[in-house]
């Protein structure tokens, strides 16, 4: 048995924190800007920063686990 839950986690996080795909903080021209579709250094340190807290918190703190097979 092959635990998924950190791929699948790391997958939707990637997806859903990818810098001006659906927000960006910090953006251009305000703090926060949705849809823009442009990013840069900050917003990238930032969503990295974002990403690693959410996913440490849910692999290991919360242990959610999905088993295949």
């Known amino acids: ?4 839950a ?6 939707v996080l ?3 924190l990818s810098p001006g795909l659906l927000l960006q903080i910090p ?3 305000r703090s926060i800007e949705f849809g823009g579709m442009k990013t840069n250094g900050k ?5 990295t ?9 849910l692999t290991l703190a ?7 097979g």
């Open 1 to 4: 048995m092959s635990d998924w």
């Open 6 to 11: 950190p791929v699948l986690i790391g997958v």
């Open 14 to 16: 990637f997806v859903l």
């Open 27 to 29: 953006g251009y021209n």
């Open 43 to 47: 917003a990238i340190f930032i969503h």
């Open 49 to 57: 920063l974002i990403f690693f807290a959410i996913y440490a918190i």
């Open 62 to 68: 919360v242990h959610i686990h999905i088993y295949t």
